[in-house]
C-alpha cells in the first residue's frame, strides 16, 4: 500500500502505531471509563429516578423524557455544540463551528497539554451537556407537551448550554481567562440546569391541580436504585475533571462521596427534628445536594472543607425547599416538579461560593496547571497567607460567574420557550393531563392483570400483540 493509502490518518499515526507517543493509555482509559460513569447516570439513572419518583400515570412519560434528551443532545453535540463549546473563539463566551469531526480531528490530541485523542473529549463532554438537559426536565416532568421537548432541547443545548461552558471551561473563555474556579459543572451544568428548569416550569405552567395536590412515587425502591448510580457515577462526573488518572482525580472522588453522604445524614436529621419522620425521599435530595455542592470545588478543597461543605448543602437546600419555598410567592407560583431549583440552583451556587472560600492553592495549581499565586485561592487560604486581597478577588470571580450564569440561562430559556409556543403548545392539553401516559403515549408502565389491552393504543401494541400470538398462542387482546 502507499502513504495516499492512509492520507486520512493525522501525520503522526500509523495504522501498525494505534497508541501514538504523545496518548498515555491509563489517561485515555480512565476518561473513557469516567464519561462512562456518567453516562450510566442519565442512562439509565435518572431515567430510573424519573421513572419512579413520579405518579404512576407519568412513569412513563418523565423516564422518555429523559431518554430522548440524552439521544437528541449527542447527534447535536456531535455536529456542533462541542465546537462551540471547546473550539476556536468566535467571540470571548462562544466558539466557531469551523471544523467537521471526522478522523483527522477526532484522532489527534486533544486542547491542552492532556494526553488522550479528541474523540475521547468529545465523548466525556458529551455526557456532561446530556445530564444538564435530563436535569432541567426534572422541572418540567408532568405536563410539558413531549413535542415542545423535542424541540427544547437541541434549542437550548445550542444558544444557552454552550455559552457558559464555553465562557468557564474552554481555556479563551472570558470567565476561565479571569480565573473562575468551576471544578466539574458547579455553574455549567447544575446552576444552569437548576435555572432553566425554574425558568421553563414559569412558561409551561403546573401540573393539573389533582397532580399538585397528590402527586406520590410510584416505586420508592426503585426511585432508591436510579440515585444509587447516580451517587456512584459521580465518580467518574468528579473524578473524570483532571482529566488525568491523577493523585487530584483521587482527592476529588473522595471529597465527593464524603461531602455527599454528610449533606445526606445532615438532611435526614433536620427531617426527624421537624418533621418526626426519616424520609428516605428527603435524604435523596440531601445526598444530590452534597454531589451537587462539591462538584465546583472538589479537587481543589481538603476533605475537612468537603465535610463542611456537606453540613452547608444539607441544610441550607433544605431551609430553602421546605420552609423559605412556603413563603415566597414567586417559589409559590412556579411548578418546579422535582424541586430542581433548590437541589441544583442553590446548591450550585453555594458551592461555587464557597470553593472562593475554601479553595486551597497548591490543589488549584495542581489542578489548573499553572503557577498564578494571585488566582484560584480561596477567602480563608488569603487570610491565612497575608493576602486577602488575593481571596476577595477570587470571591468576586465566583459571584460573577454566579450572575452571569443566571442571566443567561434565564434571557434564553425565556426566549427558547416564547419561540416554541408559536408553532407547538409548551403545555399537555387537559385531556392528555388527565389521561397521562395513555393519553400522550398510548402506553403505560405498568399492565395490571387484565389491562393488557390498553396498550393497542400504542403503534406498537398490534405488532407485539401478534408477535405474543404466534410465538405463545395467546393473545392478551382476545
Not at 183 to 202: D, E, K, M, N, Q
Not at 217 to 230: F, R, S
Not at 281 to 299: D, E, F, K, N
Request: aromatic share 12%; charged share 15%; proline share 4%.
Amino acid at each position: 500500500m502507499t502513504d495516499s493509502t492512509y492520507s486520512w490518518l493525522p501525520e503522526n499515526l500509523r495504522p501498525d502505531d494505534a497508541n501514538p507517543e504523545w496518548m498515555n493509555k491509563g489517561d485515555n482509559a480512565w476518561q473513557l471509563t469516567a464519561a462512562t460513569m456518567v453516562g450510566l447516570q442519565s442512562i439509565p439513572g435518572l431515567v430510573v429516578l424519573y421513572g419512579s419518583i413520579v405518579k404512576k400515570k407519568w412513569a412513563v412519560n418523565s423516564a422518555f423524557m429523559a431518554l430522548y434528551a440524552f439521544a437528541a443532545v449527542l447527534v447535536c453535540w456531535v455536529g456542533w455544540g462541542y465546537q462551540m463549546s471547546f473550539g476556536r473563539a468566535l467571540v470571548p463566551f462562544l466558539g466557531r463551528v469551523d471544523d467537521a469531526l471526522d478522523q483527522h480531528v477526532l484522532l489527534k490530541q486533544t486542547f491542552g497539554v492532556y494526553k488522550f485523542p479528541n474523540a475521547t473529549m468529545v465523548y466525556f463532554q458529551f455526557v456532561f451537556a446530556a445530564i444538564t438537559l435530563i436535569l432541567i426536565a426534572g422541572a418540567l416532568l408532568g405536563r410539558m407537551n413531549f413535542k415542545a421537548w423535542m424541540i427544547f432541547v437541541p434549542l437550548w443545548l445550542t444558544f444557552s448550554y454552550t455559552v457558559s461552558a464555553f465562557s468557564i471551561w474552554c481555556p479563551d473563555g472570558w470567565l476561565a481567562k479571569k480565573g473562575l474556579i468551576d471544578y466539574s459543572g458547579g455553574y455549567v451544568i447544575h446552576l444552569s440546569s437548576g435555572v432553566a428548569g425554574f425558568t421553563a416550569a414559569y412558561w409551561v405552567g403546573p401540573r393539573a391541580a389533582k397532580d399538585r395536590e397528590r402527586f406520590p412515587p410510584n416505586n420508592i425502591l426503585l426511585m432508591l436504585a436510579g440515585a444509587g448510580l447516580l451517587w456512584m457515577g459521580w465518580t467518574g462526573f468528579n473524578g473524570g475533571d483532571p482529566y488525568t488518572a491523577s493523585v487530584d482525580a483521587s482527592l476529588a472522588v473522595l471529597n465527593t462521596h464524603v461531602c455527599a453522604a454528610t449533606s445526606l445524614l445532615t438532611w435526614l436529621l433536620l427531617d426527624i427534628l421537624f418533621f418526626q419522620k426519616p424520609s428516605v425521599i428527603g435524604a435523596t435530595q440531601g445526598m444530590i445536594t452534597g454531589l451537587v455542592c462539591i462538584t465546583p470545588a472538589a479537587g481543589v478543597v481538603q476533605t475537612w472543607a468537603a465535610v463542611v461543605m456537606g453540613l452547608l448543602s444539607g441544610s441550607l437546600p433544605w431551609f430553602t425547599m421546605m420552609i423559605l419555598h412556603k413563603k415566597v410567592a414567586l417559589l409559590k407560583l412556579v411548578d418546579d416538579t422535582m424541586a430542581v431549583f433548590h437541589t441544583h440552583a442553590i446548591a450550585g451556587a453555594l458551592g461555587g461560593l464557597l470553593a472562593g472560600f475554601f479553595a486551597n492553592p497548591k490543589l488549584g495549581r495542581l489542578f489548573y496547571g499553572v503557577p498564578n499565586w494571585d488566582r484560584y485561592i480561596g477567602v480563608a487560604y488569603g487570610l491565612h497567607d497575608r493576602r486577602p486581597e488575593a481571596g476577595l478577588r477570587q470571591m468576586g470571580v465566583q459571584v460573577v460567574g454566579v450572575l452571569f450564569v443566571v442571566a443567561v440561562n434565564v434571557v434564553v430559556t425565556t426566549a427558547v420557550c416564547l419561540l416554541i409556543r408559536i408553532f407547538v403548545p409548551l403545555r399537555m392539553s387537559e385531556a392528555e393531563l388527565d389521561g397521562g401516559d395513555d393519553a400522550v403515549h398510548g402506553e403505560e408502565a405498568y399492565a395490571l392483570w387484565g389491562d393488557g389491552e390498553k396498550y393497542e393504543r400504542s403503534a406498537y401494541g398490534a405488532a407485539g400483540q401478534d408477535f405474543g400470538s404466534r410465538q405463545n398462542n395467546y393473545n392478551p387482546g382476545a
